[in-house]
C-alpha cells in the first residue's frame, strides 16, 4: 500500500492540528497503522497506533490525553488529531503501516511508510 500523509503547518502552543494519512491500496483495512515522528536531530519515535478495526488504541507518554488516532477503512484514511500542541511536539510526523493487524509500537514492525508531514509549534 502506498501511503500519503498531509495537514502539517505552522501553528502556536495550544493550538490543534489534525493530520491525514491517505492509503492507496486493497489491503489497508487489513493492518494495523501508526503515526511516527521525528524531532529536529533526533531519531524517529513512537505517537501512536491503530488496530486494523479502530477497536485499539495505543499512544506515546508524552502525548497521551492530548492526541487521538482514528481511521476510516471504507475512505482509507487515518488520522491523527493533535490539541493542545506544544513546541516540543515539532517534529516531521509520519504515517505507517503496520505488518499485523494489531498494534505495534516498534518502527522495525511498519513495512510501509508515508513521505512525512512537517508540524512546527512556535512559543
Known amino acids: 500500500v502506498q501511503l500519503q500523509a498531509f495537514g502539517g503547518g505552522l501553528v502556536q502552543a495550544g493550538e490543534s492540528l489534525r493530520l491525514s494519512c491517505a492509503g492507496y491500496g486493497r489491503t489497508f483495512s487489513s493492518y494495523a497503522m501508526g503515526w511516527f515522528r521525528q524531532p529536529p536531530g533526533k531519531e524517529r519515535e513512537f505517537v501512536a497506533a491503530i488496530s486494523w478495526s479502530g477497536d485499539s488504541t495505543k499512544y506515546a507518554d508524552s502525548v497521551k490525553g492530548r492526541f487521538t488516532i482514528s481511521r476510516d477503512n471504507a475512505q482509507k484514511v487515518v488520522y491523527l488529531q493533535m490539541n493542545g500542541l506544544k513546541p516540543e511536539d515539532t517534529a516531521v510526523y509520519y504515517c505507517?503501516?503496520?505488518?499485523?493487524?494489531?498494534?505495534?509500537?516498534?518502527?522495525?514492525?511498519?513495512?510501509?511508510w508515508g513521505q512525512g508531514t512537517e508540524v512546527t509549534v512556535s512559543s
Open positions: 505507517a503501516r503496520a505488518t499485523t493487524a494489531y498494534i505495534q509500537q516498534v518502527a522495525r514492525l511498519f513495512n510501509s
